[in-house]
């Protein structure tokens, strides 16, 4: 484990990469062009990071919103990056401005493709889009014209049609739902973290239909460890509040934040099957 980027004290900066700073990095995504690169989202700003150095993309050190070309955009809390598999842009998931934006990775032209700001309303549908958390591809994993994103929200999971910015709010049957982590399996479903059922569920977005696999779908209790390895029910987990990711070897990692644990699951093989 060695430090790329940062420092510990608020406010200083690496100078081993062009003085950049990865001051509250929150969320991070491979550049599909070169696995050796990645980006990194913070509170206000991304960044490109490459062998070399750290090359700015967009946003700046101060909180708002603004579209615009590089630094002159601005952001608020950036939880979720997301790029197709040409590399040539980037969607985002910009918490606190309650919208989803998408940057241009050749102009650095940043634009807004859906929410409003106030959380009420999403373009052209009326529904909401409040707290945007974590954004995944639809099974093709490239995008298309018809190509489709999944977002998970403060109360919600959405689906988000690229083509024509149309938002839609998936079915969910149930209390508890919170959703935050979230990554698609080869066989099209979405593994989703619940942050108040402190659960992680499978989530099939042809049916609507959910279905619990690990964690007791209840919610907190003081009385009850909220920490267990196990299967399915039998474990335990307290806040899984950040990254979900499915490898290719029919397991899922997860960020057990409130647990400070990163756990793993293996999924049933059917999850893995691309002939359905």
Request: charged share 20%.
């Amino acid at each position: 484990m060695v430090t790329v980027s940062g420092e510990s004290e608020e406010g200083k900066k690496d100078f081993t990469r062009s003085g950049e700073t990865a001051l509250h990095a929150q969320t991070i995504c491979l550049d599909p062009l070169n696995s050796s690169n990645f980006y990194v989202g913070t509170t206000t700003s991304i960044h490109h990071y490459t062998a070399e150095s750290v090359f700015p993309i967009a946003g700046g050190a101060a909180r708002g919103f603004e579209d615009g070309i590089g630094g002159a955009a601005k952001f608020h809390s950036l939880i979720g990056l997301l790029c197709p598999s040409n590399g040539d842009r980037m969607y985002v998931a910009d918490c606190f401005n309650h919208r989803i934006r998408q940057i241009d990775l050749k102009t650095k032209s940043v634009t807004t493709i859906a929410g409003d700001g106030t959380g009420d309303t999403s373009t052209g549908t009326g529904v909401t889009l409040y707290h945007p958390r974590r954004i995944v591809f639809d099974r093709s994993r490239s995008v298309t014209p018809e190509s489709i994103v999944f977002i998970t929200a403060a109360t919600c999971l959405h689906r988000l049609d690229l083509a024509t910015k149309q938002l839609t709010t998936c079915k969910w049957s149930g209390d508890h739902f919170n959703p935050c982590g979230i990554d698609m399996t080869p066989s099209g479903h979405l593994i989703v973290t619940c942050l108040t059922a402190h659960s992680i569920y499978l989530y099939d977005p042809t049916t609507s239909t959910q279905e619990l696999l690990a964690g007791d779908g209840v919610g907190f209790d003081p009385e009850t460890e909220q920490f267990a390895d196990g299967p399915g029910s039998i474990a335990r987990f307290y806040d899984p509040n950040a990254a979900v990711v499915v490898d290719s070897e029919q397991c899922v990692f997860i960020a057990d934040s409130g647990n400070n644990r990163l756990r793993r699951m293996t999924l049933p093989k059917s999850l893995f099957d691309t002939t359905k």
